[in-house]
Structures are given as C-alpha cells and as structure tokens.
C-alpha cells in the first residue's frame, strides 16, 4: 500500500463505485483518471500509484493513457487552463496569431502559468470543432470563431469571475 494516503475519501468511493461497473479492469482507465484530475486538477503521479494499487490495473496503462489524451495534464495548470486548436483548420484560419497574443496578453510561455495562477496556457491537436476556426478550449467551454476582441473579452469575464468566487 502506498505509505501516505493521497486520494481523498470521495476519490477512492468513487474508484470503488467504478469497480462495480467495469468488470473487464483495463477499461477502468479512464474513467480513474478523471477522478484524478478532478481532485488534483491535473494527474498526479502518486495519486495514480495509488489508484492503481486499489483498482489493480498497473501504473503504466494510466501513464500511458495520460500521456496520449491532451485534456489530461501531467503538470499543474491555471484555475483556468487554456488549450489552443493548433491543427490544420485552426492553423489556417490564425491560431497561432492567437497564441503569439495569448502569450502577449498573459506573459507566460507556452506551457506555462500566470504568476497569479489563474491562467495557462498549452497548444493541442484537434479539439474536433474545425468549421468555427480557429477556437480554444477552456477548462471544460469552448470559445470558437476567435480574434483578439472575443479572447480580450473571454478574459476579461474569467478575471470576474475569479474575483467574484
């Protein structure tokens, strides 16, 4: 057993909860990882060694699943984690503008977080939304159809919203 408890007692009813309804163990994968991430807000290495010793799948397949789905983080990210389009159709229509203003707009590299840890800020392949061009993900909300006046107001609103609550 992993020496210090990690997971916290809602994360580990809901690992248990998963059990019951995945019989076949490898396809729990998933689904364990998004508990991971929706306790720590990233996947946590010793969070998985720990959720993998309860569900008894080895480490290596929630690596390696992490490390192929873009939308699950290895590393902290921002209150608000930015995750620009940098496929074909996005390209084509200016995402990388976007993300040189982006980069402008909240000076942070690429990959990196705001000093007050509310934003950050990665490129990822196709988030499946090629006809609204270019576009962003964040946290869970799309913004699509983007130039420098919705993200300057999309940030804006963010920026409210983290005061206010």
């Known amino acids: 057993m992993t020496s210090q408890k990690i997971l916290s007692e809602e994360s580990i009813k809901e690992l248990k909860r998963l059990e019951d309804l995945y019989p076949e163990k490898k396809s729990i994968v998933l689904m364990v990882l998004h508990a991971i991430y929706d306790q720590f807000g990233y996947i946590k290495p010793d969070a998985v060694d720990e959720a993998a010793e309860i569900v008894g799948v080895p480490p290596l397949d929630f690596f390696q699943a992490a490390s192929f789905y873009t939308f699950f983080p290895r590393e902290k990210v921002g209150r608000y984690h930015i995750q620009v389009c940098r496929t074909l159709s996005c390209y084509l229509r200016g995402s990388e503008e976007l993300v040189e203003y982006l980069i402008e707009k909240l000076n942070i590299k690429m990959g990196g977080i705001t000093e007050d840890g509310l934003f950050s800020l990665t490129e990822v392949e196709c988030l499946g939304s090629c006809g609204t061009a270019p576009m962003m993900q964040i946290n869970d909300t799309y913004y699509e159809n983007l130039d ?18």
Do not use: F, H, M, T
């Not at 420098?148 to 609550?165: F, Q, T, W």
């Open 148 to 165: 420098r006046a919705k993200v300057d107001s999309i940030l804006n609103e963010l920026r409210k919203k983290a005061k206010s609550g």
